[in-house]
């Protein structure tokens, strides 16, 4: 069993960064993969990003390619997502995903555990 928290969320203007954390806590097997979902109102949930807990491989959606970097802390078991160059289009709940299993799909249903989210608002 895996717990993740977000948090980092919060109001920021277009063009500006913010950096999400997501603490995880339980038995986490090497071979876990977290992935950073968002989901705007009246849409679907949205692949962001993902990376492998062991070998540090990344994926990224093509919208967020070049403004977003995401990265882990193997030692405080928390993964990052920094978000830079911000539009009012990222505007979503961010959630934190995790599955004990390697590759990093981008299908929710892949995914076995799940955070509460974060609430990210970009202003024009």
């Known amino acids: 069993q895996v717990q993740l928290v977000e948090s980092g969320g919060g109001l920021v203007q277009a063009g500006g960064s913010l950096r999400l954390s997501c603490a995880a806590s339980g038995r986490i097997p090497s071979s876990t993969t977290i992935s950073w979902y968002r989901q705007a109102p009246g849409k679907e949930r949205e692949f962001v990003a993902g990376i492998r807990w062991m070998l540090g491989s990344t994926y990224y959606a093509d919208s967020v390619k070049g403004r977003f970097t995401i990265s882990r802390d193997n030692a405080q078991n928390t993964n990052y997502l920094q978000m830079n160059s911000l539009r009012p289009e990222d505007t979503a709940v961010y959630y934190c995903?995790?599955?004990?299993?390697?590759?990093?799909?981008?299908?929710?249903?892949?995914?076995?555990?799940w955070g509460r989210g974060t609430q990210v608002t970009v202003s024009s």
């Open positions: 995903a995790a599955r004990p299993r390697v590759g990093i799909p981008t299908t929710p249903s892949d995914y076995d555990y």
